[in-house]
């Protein structure tokens, strides 16, 4: 069975930095691209960023500059650094894996930017 457990997430004021973690069991972590989504109540799940096996990056337009995405294939684990937050990147930020023809999800962490 495959388990994504993500954490790091809580409060900050605009311009703050979070560390996101998702630690990941059931696969052979690195073998695997891992990615962040993001989702705020009434609109669909946004694309964050990727990671490739291979250490590729991609990011969408609107965190580019500010947040990193990286991997520990030893620990197998994601983090998602984000840096100078807005309030616009307040949302339940998830880690995904698609492994043996399916999409897995963790349970999200709640990151909220707020003055």
């Known amino acids: 069975q495959v388990y994504l457990v993500e954490s790091g997430g809580g409060s900050v004021q605009p311009g703050g930095s979070l560390r996101l973690s998702c630690a990941a069991s059931g696969i052979n972590f690195r073998l695997y691209a891992m990615k962040w989504y993001r989702q705020v109540p009434g609109k669909e799940r946004e694309l964050v960023a990727t990671i490739s096996s291979g250490g590729v990056t991609d990011y969408a337009d609107s965190v580019k500059g500010r947040f990193t995405i990286s991997r520990d294939n030893v620990r197998s684990r994601a983090f998602l650094q984000m840096n100078e937050l807005k309030p616009e990147d307040t949302a339940v930020y998830y880690c995904?894996?698609?492994?043996?023809?399916?999409?897995?999800w963790g349970r999200g962490t709640q990151v909220t930017v707020s003055s």
């Open positions: 995904n894996v698609n492994a043996y023809g399916r999409d897995f």
